[in-house]
């Protein structure tokens, strides 16, 4: 059964304090990269506002800011707790506690609608990703970075640490199940084909994905 929004947004309360340290842990720092290598596909000299939903600790719409300070990035998120440690890293970011499922923006706003790991916590999907299409403008972009499960050799070795040791070492850092719930959800989520064929149906075109480190994470951008 899919968690609901409550459920999800008590258990980023929960581990709002570990959340930056594990995520750097876990997956080697490799994350910082990751979420830079989005800036890089998604921006254009037309991008100038940005809203970063499922912004959680803010990282995703900080390093759009890092790449360019004068960015209007705005940050949406459903644990209050985990957007006040977005705040404290940088206080000036405009932070919204609401539901990718129901965003406070009227049709046609961004220029690009930006969510990183968040999307596979949002169902039902296809209404998460209507409700991106809706509020980003015209000609506008999205850009969306989520887990993937590796293929081949790699992929086997993956699936080791990824089961059995990813969610010991962050359950037991977190003292929660927080990362019993990370590995079902990744497992559950489409593969990318499949994703491309929602984000189709949503309304965007020209979709594209990217693999990441031999397809641990995928990046989809798209346009309206
Ligand atoms: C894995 S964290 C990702 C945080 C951040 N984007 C990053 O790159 O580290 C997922 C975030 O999605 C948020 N979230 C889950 N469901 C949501 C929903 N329906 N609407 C908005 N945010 C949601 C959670 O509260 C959590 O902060």
């Known amino acids: 059964m899919e968690p609901t929004e409550h459920d999800i947004a008590s258990l980023f309360d929960v581990i709002s304090g570990q959340y930056d340290l594990l995520n750097h842990i876990l997956s080697g720092y490799t994350d910082v990269r990751w979420r830079r290598r989005v800036v890089r596909l998604s921006m254009s000299q037309q991008v100038k506002t940005i809203l ?67 999307i596979r916590n949002i169902y039902p999907r296809e209404n998460g990703l209507k409700e991106f299409f809706r509020v980003v403008r015209p000609h506008g972009r999205v850009a969306i970075l989520e887990f993937s499960m ?8 993956y699936k080791v640490y990824f089961e059995k040791i990813l969610p010991l070492l962050g359950n037991l850092i977190s003292r929660t199940k927080a990362y019993t719930y990370l590995k ?13 064929r929602m984000l189709a149906s949503a309304g965007f075109k020209n979709i594209k994905t990217t693999n990441l480190t031999r397809g641990i994470a995928t990046i989809y951008t798209g346009e309206k």
């Open 52 to 118: 970063d939903v499922s912004t959680g600790t803010g990282d995703m719409a900080l390093a759009y800011k890092h790449a360019n300070d004068a960015l209007s990035v705005y940050g949406v998120d459903i644990s209050r707790e985990m957007l006040k440690k977005a705040g404290l890293k940088n206080a000036a970011l405009p932070l919204i506690n609401a539901s990718g499922l129901s965003l406070p923006f009227r049709d046609n706003t961004f220029d690009l609608v930006s969510c990183a790991f968040g």
């Open 150 to 157: 590796p293929r081949g050799l790699f992929g086997r070795v």
């Open 184 to 196: 079902s959800s990744v497992e559950a989520f489409p593969d990318p084909g499949t994703f491309c």
